[in-house]
């Protein structure tokens, strides 16, 4: 079966640091892996995307995520952290094989502290 | 705004209603999907049209609820009998599908609360 975790409720970070957001998953086939990111009384945001290709994938706002096969991770990552990324961010995952629909994990509350 | 819209953002009803939701994805959009979030969770898929044929259904969208997308355009989900247990953000999104992938984007949700 598909599923995608998230294995931290809550990270916190001070302003300009780096933060990392983790996510790990398992599917039967080859993944297709997203991050979105959800603001109070708003949907959820794509933030982006691994399909194929370099394992280091860039997105929206300045954050990026690193595809780990052996590791069946796909961590969110972003060197500098403003206050303005505190929010709700969810990794999902798609089976290229099986289904259109998303996986989502429980997600990750991003806090950056001034 | 040509994004994905949801109508409406709110409702609140009591138990034993009948209430349906609507969602306008965007325009060249093939495929619909619907997704329920509970607090604390990250969503969960209900349902997905292409066009106007919905091609799976999940196990979570029991006899009381119904999805239609009439002319492969707008859908409505429609949950009969509410409960408590129905009370969710329920979200849309719409993909144009590709030959590699599709990129879904979602609408702000329609917040249901059965009282």
């Known amino acids: 079966a598909q599923s995608v975790a998230q294995p931290e409720d809550q990270v916190n970070v001070a302003e300009g640091n780096p933060l990392t957001v983790k996510c790990t998953y398992s599917?039967?086939?080859?993944?297709?892996l997203f991050w979105y990111v959800q603001y109070p009384n708003r949907g959820l945001q794509f933030l982006l995307k691994y399909i194929t290709g370099d394992n280091l994938v860039k997105g929206s706002y300045g954050f990026e995520a690193e595809f780990n096969k052996s590791q069946t991770s796909f961590h969110l990552k972003k060197p500098s952290a403003l206050v303005s990324d505190s929010a709700l961010y969810f990794c999902a995952v798609r089976d290229m094989k099986s289904s259109y629909k998303l996986i989502f994990g429980s997600g990750t509350r991003l806090l950056v502290r001034p | 705004d040509t994004g994905v819209s949801q109508d409406p953002r709110h409702k609140i009803t009591k138990r034993g209603q009948n209430v349906t939701f609507r969602c306008d994805p965007i325009s060249e959009h093939n495929r619909l999907y619907w997704y329920r979030q509970t607090l604390g969770q990250g969503p969960e898929f209900l349902t997905y049209?292409?066009?106007?044929?919905?091609?799976?259904k999940s196990r979570l969208l029991s006899d009381r609820f119904s999805a239609e997308r009439p002319k492969g355009s707008f859908s409505t989900l429609e949950i009969q009998r509410t409960e408590q247990g129905d009370s969710a953000m329920y979200l849309c999104a719409s993909s144009l599908a590709t030959l590699q992938f599709d990129e879904q984007f979602f609408g702000p949700g329609t917040r249901l609360t059965v009282l």
């Open positions: 049209f292409q066009n106007e044929a919905q091609l799976e």
């Open positions: 599917v039967s086939g080859n993944p297709y």
